[in-house]
């Protein structure tokens, strides 16, 4: 296959181009397309030192690929990559801004697909676009030193639940991707307009609605930039909110799915919605706001818990953020606004879902990828079920408050893994989560062979799942200020934890296979999802007719998925699990969300 390589050389040169407030020595930058692996490579030197460089690149049809963003170096170089599919021949631009630069910078490369001939790149214009806003988006960082920081849990963190099978099989599932299209279409060269100085969102009179081929509706806003609040601003009118939702077919969930595609190229968004739009107790429709920052997932049910004066206008914005924590790769507030007014915002029974473009640096392991919630004291707490999602570019997470988010990068390792390496990823991949917990920060140990007890099974399981739920009823072996506490109280309430005829848990005594099984069946169902399994499918164990009754459904369920395995022809129902056991099977757990 004849491989060709397409390369642009942007050479602006203070003299030549006149740019006085750009650089005192000019920008010199090359740009790689290859035809062939469909790699686009930017080089360049004349950045501020320490300043975010924003890239573009646009498809033939002017359609936004990607936005990046990488940071210059001391001095003053950057570097970026982006992968394109490049299913469209034609001229893609490049264009490149930021880091101190006052104009954007366009380039163009040519792609031709292998084996045709290859039509000579545009002559490059210096003629600078309009600078856009620039996006933050994953910069490339160092990679982290694997010593887990030492930051000891003052709550016996909990790894429980076996998975017997000594050397299981840990590939995991894939994120699925959302139906609609997740990618904005905004205007590139998204010039903010000097009239509009803080006289509020512009209402787009008649946008387009086109329905997608899954039944979603796409809308797309076109904004303005305020520049006194330094953000894009657009606003979704009641009557073209209720004509999308009438175009919408319901999918397989029973849900209309709406996305708000919001121009522009921006650090910080505002949307200002319909109160009708989030405030449907039992509403089915989930509204998608999609923007360069990030895009973040409302249902209709939102704001049904708050109690709102007629007439309240509702907003929400995101704003991309400066990470202040070594470990944090990009950071993102996301806001509630009512009557222009910041505004708290929480709500257990109608979680949205946030997704922070991202794409791990070089040496960065995805599956490490965490999300921390950063309250405004400065306390850091993860959010365990942040995680990478491959087809998106972005780290996703679903939170039932709105706050400051970091997408984070803190990898574990242990000293005591060696004889257990079928469990290393596993246990590596939910530490650096926050899920579990070594034994030793100092040792850096995890004692993969320890059993695990009812309660930690519990917190573990809790965590794993990102369970909630109002409860304050617990079992009356319980109390108030044990770790565990308010993992078994949720548990309880979603019916997962059921405990004994005389109300108790036993919380310290080690969990058993079986019950393992059963709680966590429970829990998956909880969760919305469900384990079918075969009434023959304990048959190849030879003691499976130990197995109690209120275990066989979801032993056979646990099977049949390839969730648990037996070890030695039996399926030991009244053994206990290992830690190293348990962190594989809540792995597996893991990946199936």
């Known amino acids: ?151 000891p849990s003052p709550t016996p963190s909990p790894t429980p639940s076996p998975t017997p099978s000594p050397t299981p099989s840990t590939t995991p599932s894939t994120t699925p991707s959302p139906t609609s299209d997740p990618t904005p279409d905004p205007t590139p060269d998204s010039t903010p307009d000097s009239t509009t100085s803080g006289s509020g969102p512009v209402l787009t009179p008649a946008p ?69 739009a989030l405030r449907a107790a039992n509403g089915k429709h989930e509204l998608t706001l999609v923007s360069s920052a990030g895009e973040v997932t409302l249902p209709s049910s939102m704001l049904s818990t708050l109690e709102l004066k007629a007439g309240t206008t509702v907003a929400v914005s995101l704003t991309v953020g400066k990470p202040e924590h070594a470990a944090d790769k990009k ?63 972005a780290v996703v997470f679903t939170t039932s408050h709105f706050s400051k988010y970091a997408v984070s990068y803190t990898p574990k390792t242990f000293s005591d893994l060696e004889n257990y390496t079928w469990s290393k990823q596993a246990v590596e991949v939910l530490a650096s989560k926050g899920i579990i917990n070594g034994t030793s920060d100092t040792l850096q140990t995890y004692d993969p062979d320890k059993s695990v007890t009812r309660a930690d099974y519990t917190v573990l399981l809790v965590k794993t799942l990102g369970l909630t739920a109002e409860a304050t009823d617990n079992f009356k072996d319980v109390a108030a200020g044990d770790y565990y506490a308010d993992a078994v109280a949720v548990a309880k309430k979603l019916g997962i934890a059921q405990g004994g005829e005389d109300g108790s848990f036993h919380p310290q005594a080690p969990v058993t296979r079986q019950d393992m099984m059963a709680l966590t069946v429970r829990a998956l169902k909880a969760t919305g999802y469900s384990l079918n399994g075969t009434a023959n499918a304990l048959d190849a164990f030879a003691d499976n007719a130990d197995v109690a009754a209120y275990a066989r459904d979801a032993a056979a369920a646990l099977v049949s998925a390839k969730l648990i395995d037996g070890y030695n022809g039996q399926i030991h129902p009244l053994g206990q699990a290992t830690r190293a056991e348990t962190a594989v099977f809540m792995y597996r757990i893991y990946m199936l969300q």
């Open 331 to 393: 950071v993102i507030d996301v806001s509630l606004l009512l009557d222009g007014k910041a505004a708290a915002w929480s709500n257990t029974g109608a979680p949205v879902q946030v997704a922070i473009p991202y794409q791990p640096a070089a040496g960065e392991d995805a599956e490490k990828l965490s999300v921390t919630y950063i309250a405004a004291s400065g306390e850091r707490t993860p959010v365990y079920n942040g995680r990478f999602d491959a087809k998106k570019g």
């Open 1 to 151: 296959m004849k491989k060709l390589t397409s390369m642009l050389i942007i050479a602006l040169v203070l003299s030549l181009s006149g740019f006085q407030h750009v650089f005192a020595e000019g920008l010199l930058a090359t740009v790689h397309l290859n035809n062939t692996t469909g790699l686009v490579s930017v080089t360049g030197q004349g950045a501020k030192p320490g300043s975010a460089v924003t890239f573009q690149v646009l498809s033939p049809e002017g359609k936004l690929d990607m936005i990046d963003q990488a940071t210059a170096d001391a001095d003053g170089e950057f570097t970026f990559q982006y992968k394109t599919v490049l299913s469209v021949e034609g001229t893609y631009t490049v264009k490149i801004g930021g880091g101190g630069i006052t104009e954007v910078v366009s380039q163009s490369v040519n792609y031709t697909k292998p084996g045709t001939e290859p039509t000579p790149s545009p002559t490059p214009s210096t003629t600078p676009s309009p600078t856009p806003s620039p996006t933050p988006s994953p910069t490339p960082s160092p990679t982290p030193s694997p010593t887990p920081s030492p930051t």
């Open 208 to 276: 387009s609605s086109p329905v997608n081929t899954d039944g979603s509706v796409s809308v797309t806003l076109q904004g303005k930039f305020n520049e006194t609040a330094q953000r894009q601003e657009a606003a979704l009118s009641l009557t073209a909110l209720q004509d999308a939702l009438g175009k919408a077919v319901a999918g397989t969930d029973g849900l209309k799915k709406v996305t708000l595609k919001l121009d522009g190229t921006a650090g910080a968004y505002l949307v200002q919605l319909p109160v009708e």
